[in-house]
Nanobody
Framework: QVQLVESGGGLVQPGGSLRLSCAASGSIFSINAMGWYRQAPGNQRELVATITSGGDTNYADSVKGRFTISRDNVKNTLYLQMNSLKPEDTAVYYC?????????????WGQGTQVTVSS
């Protein structure tokens, strides 16, 4: 089992920045990859960025060059630095931890943190 707790969301003006954090606990040594997903009202949850245990990163085209995913292995914390925010970035952001087993993938989710980009 993995427990995830997000923080850092809030209201920001267009062009502003926010940093999200996700503290992980539990079976963290089993985690193969972590990531951030978001869900806006009326939309499906979508991938924002992921990072593997080896440090490889992947970003949605809509956030490339503006968002940066990183992790602190000492603090067991995942981060998402969001710059040049746009109104269309408004969503609930969820932290994800994935464990890959031969039989299936196990996903763990945080409770979500609201990000609102508005003037």
């Amino acid at each position: 089992q993995v427990q995830l707790v997000e923080s850092g969301g809030g209201l920001v003006q267009p062009g502003g920045s926010l940093r999200l954090s996700c503290a992980a606990s539990g079976s963290i040594f089993s985690i193969n990859a972590m990531g951030w997903y978001r869900q806006a009202p009326g939309n499906q949850r979508e991938l924002v960025a992921t990072i593997t245990s080896g440090g490889d990163t992947n970003y949605a085209d809509s956030v490339k060059g503006r968002f940066t995913i990183s992790r602190d292995n000492v603090k067991n914390t995942l981060y998402l630095q969001m710059n040049s925010l746009k109104p269309e970035d408004t969503a609930v952001y969820y932290c994800n931890a994935a464990i890959f087993r031969p039989e299936r993938r196990y996903d763990y989710w945080g409770q979500g943190t609201q990000v609102t980009v508005s003037s």
